[in-house]
C-alpha cells in the first residue's frame, strides 16, 4: 500500500535476483555438449533410421528408449522456421537483431532451434541455407555456437 | 551466461557432463512516493521515518502505514530521525563462499534503535569495531558516504536499507547504554 501524495518525477528501482545452477547431462546431451565443446554436431540415430539433433533420449514417436548411436551432421544446414528479434534482451544469444531459427542441419531429418546472424531480417528466408560460426572458446554449452550465418549459395545452385 | 563455482578445476578435454548456467529474475519496479521520499532524503542526509499517530511508533524505513494499528500513514506523519543510536540486537555472519558472496571474513550485521524520535534500522554494518567487540547497548553514530557519491539504487520498495548512503556505524565511545533500557525496543 502507498501513499498518494504528489512527488516529482516516477523513479525506477531495478533488481536482478540471480544464482547458478547445475544439472546434469545425461548421456546423450553429454554427447551432443562435449561435441559442440569439440566444434563438432552431434545427432543420435532414432529407432526409424533418421538421424534427430539435437538428440534425444526417446523415440520420440513411440518414447522407447534410443541406443547411444550418435552421428555427426552439419555442419551446415537449412533454415526451415525463422522469426526476426528486433530488440535482443541481456539474455539472447546475440545483442543485435538476428533470427531465431529452425535449423536442419544435412543429414538430420529433426531441427535445431539457434540463432542465425543474418544482418536484416530481408536476408532471412525459409530453405537458406547456413553454417554455423563457432566461438573460438568453447565450454559445452550451446552457445558453443554464437550463431549460423547465411551459407553463399554455390554456383550452379538456385534460391 | 555460465557460472563457474569457486575453485572448480575443468579439464578441457573431459566428457562435458554437467550444465552450469543462472536461474535469473530480472525486474524493475517504480519506487511508491513513500520510499521516493525516504530516498530523497538520504540523498540529502537525512533519515526519513513515519511515526504512527495512533501507536507512536516510528518506521524506517517508512512503509506509508502502521500495520499494528492498520492506519495509512503520509507525508504528515514524517519524522526526521537522529543518525546516532544504540545496537539493540546484531549478529555474526560468517562467510560461505557461496557464488557471489563478495565478504572474506566474519562481520557484524547490527540493529541500530535511533536516539529520539526513534526508529530502527535493521542490519546496519559495523565500521571500525573488531567483530567481537560488537554488544548490545553500543552506542554509534553513522558513517555517511559523501554527498556527491551517494546513490539509492537498490533502495526497492520492499528491501530498503540505507547502503548506498550510510557507509556503516562507527561507536562513539560514550557510555553503554544497559540493555534493561531497552526491553520492548527491540524490533
Known amino acids: 500500500m502507498c501513499s498518494t501524495f504528489a512527488v ?39 529407432s526409424d533410421g533418421s538421424v534427430l539433433c539435437p538428440p534425444t533420449e526417446w523415440d520420440p514417436a513411440t518414447g522407447e528408449a534410443l541406443a547411444l548411436d550418435f552421428v555427426d551432421v552439419g555442419p551446415a544446414g537449412t533454415v526451415t522456421t525463422w522469426a526476426w528479434v528486433v530488440h535482443p534482451t541481456r539474455k539472447h544469444p546475440l ?19 539457434h540463432a542465425v546472424d543474418a544482418g536484416s531480417a530481408e536476408k532471412m528466408a525459409t530453405g537458406m541455407r547456413v553454417t554455423p560460426r563457432w566461438r573460438d572458446e568453447r565450454i559445452g554449452f550451446i552457445t558453443d555456437l554464437e550463431a549460423f550465418v547465411p551459407l553463399p549459395l554455390l554456383k550452379g545452385e538456385s534460391k | 551466461m555460465t557460472a ?23 525486474f524493475e519496479e517504480i519506487i511508491c512516493p513513500v520510499v521516493q521520499r525516504y530516498a530523497d532524503g538520504l540523498l540529502a542526509g537525512k533519515i526519513i521515518g513515519h511515526r504512527c499517530p495512533q501507536c507512536e511508533l516510528v518506521y524506517v524505513p517508512p512503509r506509508g502505514y502502521c500495520p499494528i494499528d492498520v492506519l495509512e500513514t503520509t507525508e504528515a506523519d514524517e519524522v526526521e530521525l537522529a543518525d546516532r543510536g544504540v545496537v539493540t540486537n546484531y549478529t555474526v555472519v560468517t562467510p560461505v563462499q557461496y557464488y557471489g558472496q563478495e565478504e572474506t571474513e566474519p562481520f557484524a550485521k547490527v540493529s541500530v534503535l535511533l536516539d529520539e524520535p526513534g526508529g530502527m534500522l535493521s542490519l546496519q554494518d559495523v565500521l571500525e569495531v573488531p567483530v567481537a567487540e560488537v554488544r548490545i547497548g553500543m552506542r554509534l553514530e553513522a558513517v555517511w558516504v559523501p554527498e556527491a557519491e551517494r546513490t539509492v539504487a537498490e533502495i526497492g520498495n ?30
Open chain 1, 8 to 46: 516529482s518525477d516516477r523513479r525506477l528501482s531495478s533488481h536482478v535476483i540471480e544464482f547458478p545452477y547445475t544439472r546434469s547431462l545425461g548421456p546423450v546431451y553429454s554427447e551432443f555438449l562435449t561435441g559442440l565443446r569439440d566444434q563438432r554436431i552431434i545427432g543420435i540415430r532414432n
Open chain 1, 95 to 113: 545483442s543485435h537483431p538476428f533470427a531465431f531459427a529452425l535449423i536442419q542441419l544435412d543429414g538430420a531429418a529433426t531441427a535445431l532451434l
Open chain 2, 4 to 26: 563457474s563455482l569457486p575453485d572448480e578445476v575443468v579439464d578441457p578435454n573431459a566428457p562435458v557432463t554437467n550444465m552450469d548456467y543462472f536461474m535469473a529474475l530480472e
Open chain 2, 158 to 187: 520492499r528491501w530498503g536499507g540505507a547502503g548506498g548512503c550510510i557507509l556503516g556505524w562507527r561507536a562513539t565511545g560514550e557510555p553503554d547504554v544497559s540493555p534493561d533500557q531497552l526491553n520492548d525496543r527491540v524490533f
